[in-house]
């Protein structure tokens, strides 16, 4: 519920919601006394601390990123950990993860639209690829391949305006 849970804004300016897991200790029992007091005050500070650095670690990352599960999970922990060590809360965290991160529900869709239009482009290429050699292949045999090295080297050496290097390969 984006309402209750909230929303992350990436890099790219895109929307995810993603679910943490955190797990911390008491380091320093003293300072946890005296500038925490209880375990209901800990999740209250742990969760605010662990929200900011969280969310500075999502503005750092691509919606992309996120969504397969390549987080700046490091920072937001890193982030979250100097916010608890300047108020000597004397709670050390564990470990911040995010076992999952999804698109909001009104753009899934489009979005495994684009997911799914990168897939199949990177499908015809190849196939696109195959065919082109296999249509080389049965047109000119083997040498295709060393003759189409030379077709590109001729087209790049009459780019560079290299007079010499194209009459050697024309010869």
Do not use: C
């Amino acid at each position: 519920d984006p309402e209750r849970d909230g929303s992350l804004l990436t890099a790219d300016a895109n929307v995810i919601h993603a679910r943490w897991q955190v797990s911390y200790v008491i380091a320093d029992a003293a300072s946890y006394v005296r500038n925490v007091g209880d375990m209901k005050n800990a999740e209250r500070i742990v969760r605010a601390a662990v929200e900011e650095g969280i969310v500075f670690a999502a503005a750092q990352s691509q919606s992309d990123d996120a969504i397969k599960g390549r987080t700046n999970a490091a920072v937001a922990q890193s982030r979250a950990q100097k916010t608890l060590d300047r108020l000597a809360s004397g709670i050390r965290l564990e470990s911040v993860v995010t076992p999952k991160a999804v698109y909001p529900l009104a753009v899934r869709q489009a979005a495994n639209a684009v997911t799914q239009a990168e897939s199949d482009r990177a499908r015809r290429i190849d196939e696109a690829s195959t065919k082109a050699n296999q249509t080389l292949g049965q047109a000119i045999g083997r040498a295709h391949r060393p003759l189409w090295d030379l077709i590109r080297e001729h087209d790049l050496a009459e780019q560079a305006g290299d007079a010499a290097k194209v009459a050697q390969l024309r010869a």
